[in-house]
């Protein structure tokens, strides 16, 4: 049982690692109230989508070093959106996420998975996870998701930053290594 587990663990691996292809991705940005989606952007353009919500406490732990990492590859083809799982009347409006004024303020769209068919899409379980969406010859495809880095709780103390490596990585035309981390937070409450 512990070679089966061991093998599973390694092929689902080996299937984000090789790039698990991603259909058009629309969604409602909810400070402009228009439609994001990746096929209008350039297909060299790399898309990192932070999953995030206004309730977590790990979301608010990673407010700067989100807002720093946007800043430091802009202008570099790399686009950062927001996503949240949990956006609709029930949880989270568009009127409250409107509120989250240092991302609106840095131009980062935050986007409504109202159906939740991009978290699924992807298999986020976390907040706040990160996915990395880059063109290919067969179209989009995940090239890394998970942790920003490995201490949300403090900024100094962290040791690996995963999603800064990984950028770096996919400008310097490689593929990111690790392309899998664990992602640590809430969980994202996943619809019926």
Known sequence: MKYLRC???L????LLANGQQVSNVELVDAFSGQTFSTASHPPSSTMV??????ACPYSKLYEDRIQSLHQKYS????IFALVNPHAGP????????RGLSWANN???PFLMDIDQV???????????????ISSGPTGYSITYQGAIDNNAQSVSSASVHYLDNALRDILSRKRPSPAITR????????KN
């Not at 992602?183 to 996943?190: D, E, Q, S, T, W």
């Open 11 to 14: 092929f689902l691996g080996s």
């Open 106 to 108: 840095s131009g980062i």
């Open 49 to 54: 989508f932070v999953f995030t919500t206004l």
């Open 118 to 132: 991009f978290t699924r899409q992807t298999g986020a379980k976390k907040i706040p996870e990160v996915v990395i």
């Open 90 to 97: 029930e949880d989270e409006s568009r009127e409250q996420m």
């Open 75 to 78: 202008g570099q083809n790399i």
């Open 183 to 190: 992602a640590v937070g809430c969980n994202i409450r996943l």
């Open 7 to 9: 093998f599973m663990l």
